[in-house]
C-alpha cells in the first residue's frame, strides 16, 4: 500500500512540475467558463437600426425615440428611399430597417397607421429577437396601428442557411491548420525536419511543400461542401461562384498558415494537436458569429474578435451566398484576410530561418 501512495505521490510531482499540463488542467477551464459565460449571450443590446420615416411627425418622433431609449437599438442610419434598404444590409450597416408610412400621426387616430418592419434574416435566430424586441418597444401603440413584417435573404427562417455558411468556414480552419501543424511536427519528431533544414531547400521551399497539398485538397473539401449546401440542405447561392472560390483560397491560405506557426512552436504532434483544437476550436465557435452575435459581446471579446480569421470569412461566405455581395461590398474583409496571410507566413519564414540558423 505504501508503494502505491508513493506512485500517487510521484504522478502528482509530474504534474506540478509539467506547467502545459497544469495549464490544461486549470487554465483551459477558467477560460471555457469565460468565453462561455459572456459569448452566449440571447439578449440584444445595441444592435445596428436604421429609420425611413415618411412622415416625420411627432407622433413617429415620439416612437423612434422610445426605440433608442430603450438601449436595445442604435442608429445606424436614416434613409429616405426604399433604394437604400438592401444597401444597408449588404454592407452590414443595419440589422433591421423601421419604416413609418405617410401621414403616421392622422391615419393612427383612424387606426389605420402602418409601420413596417424589414429586417435581415439572413441569421434567423437573430432575425426573430429583433422582430420580437422592437414589437415589445412598439407594443403599447400597436391598438392603433397595422404593423407588418418583411424578411429578406431568408424569408422562410431556415437554420442551415445560418449554419452551413458558417460550416464551411470551421471545416477549412480545423482541416487545413490542424493538419498543416500536424504534418510539420511530425517531421519534427521524427528527426526529418533537420535533414530538411540541411538540404538544398530553402524554408520558402518548404513551407510552400507542405502547404500546397494540404491547400488542393482543402478546396476539393470546398467543392463537395458546398455540393452539400446547394443541393442536400437546400442553401441558396445568390452571388458569384468565382469570388466564393477566390475568396475560400485566401482564407484556407490563412488557416494553412496558422497551421504552420503553430507546428513551428509546437514540439510533438500531440501539443500541436492541441493547441490548434484549443486555441481555433473555441475561438472559430464562439467569436466568429457562427452561431452568436458578435456585436452582442461585451467589449473585450468583441475586440477579440477581430483576431479570428473564421469571423472575416464567415461573412464573406454569407455575403456571397445568400446576399449576393460582390467585392465592392466585401473587400474590407478580404483586405483583413490577405493582412493576417501575409502577417502568419512572415512569421512561419522567420520561425524556419532561427531554426535553420
Not at 477566390?246 to 500531440?270: C, D, M, P, R
Not at 484576410?337 to 524556419?352: D, E, H
Request: charged fraction near 15%.
Amino acid at each position: 500500500m505504501r508503494a502505491f501512495w508513493g506512485f500517487v505521490r510521484k504522478e502528482f510531482y509530474h504534474i506540478f512540475r509539467d506547467k502545459r499540463t497544469l495549464m490544461i488542467l486549470f487554465g483551459m477551464p477558467v477560460v471555457q467558463l469565460l468565453l462561455f459565460g459572456y459569448a452566449i449571450r440571447n439578449e440584444l443590446t445595441s444592435a445596428d437600426l436604421a429609420v425611413w420615416d415618411q412622415s416625420n411627425d411627432v407622433v413617429t418622433r415620439e416612437l423612434t425615440g422610445k426605440l433608442f431609449a430603450s438601449g436595445t437599438f442604435k442608429l445606424a442610419a436614416v434613409i429616405h428611399s426604399e433604394d437604400e434598404i438592401e444597401d444597408l444590409f449588404r454592407k452590414g450597416i443595419a440589422r433591421q430597417v423601421v419604416v413609418f408610412g405617410p401621414d403616421f400621426a392622422n391615419r393612427r387616430a383612424r387606426g389605420t397607421a402602418e409601420i413596417l418592419m424589414i429586417t435581415d434574416a439572413s441569421d434567423p435566430n437573430m432575425a426573430q429577437v429583433l422582430q420580437g424586441a422592437t414589437q415589445s418597444i412598439l407594443s403599447d401603440a400597436r391598438p392603433t396601428m397595422n404593423v407588418s413584417v418583411r424578411m429578406l435573404y431568408n424569408p422562410q427562417l431556415k437554420s442551415a442557411n445560418l449554419f452551413v455558411p458558417g460550416l464551411i468556414a470551421l471545416i477549412l480552419m480545423l482541416v487545413s491548420a490542424l493538419m498543416t501543424s500536424i504534418s510539420i511536427t511530425r517531421e519534427k519528431e521524427l528527426g526529418t525536419m533537420e535533414t530538411l533544414l540541411a538540404s538544398p531547400l530553402s524554408p520558402v521551399d518548404i513551407i510552400l511543400g507542405k502547404v500546397i497539398p494540404y491547400l488542393i485538397l482543402s478546396l476539393v473539401n470546398v467543392c463537395s461542401v458546398l455540393f452539400i449546401a446547394r443541393f442536400v440542405f437546400d442553401v441558396p447561392f445568390i452571388g458569384s461562384i468565382t469570388l466564393f472560390f477566390v475568396e475560400a483560397f485566401l482564407f484556407t491560405l490563412t488557416a494553412l498558415a496558422l497551421g504552420i506557426v503553430i507546428s513551428t512552436k509546437a514540439k510533438t504532434q500531440q501539443v500541436a494537436m492541441m493547441v490548434a483544437l484549443a486555441g481555433l476550436l473555441l475561438p472559430t465557435i464562439l467569436l466568429s458569429g457562427l452561431i452568436y452575435p458578435v456585436d452582442n459581446m461585451p467589449a473585450p471579446l468583441y475586440a477579440l474578435s477581430h483576431m479570428v480569421p473564421a469571423r472575416w470569412f464567415l461573412d464573406i461566405v454569407r455575403g456571397i451566398m445568400l446576399k449576393g455581395n460582390g467585392i465592392a461590398e466585401l473587400w474590407p474583409q478580404t483586405l483583413i484576410l490577405v493582412g493576417m496571410t501575409v502577417a502568419l507566413i512572415t512569421v512561419s519564414l522567420k520561425n524556419l530561418n532561427i531554426r535553420l540558423d
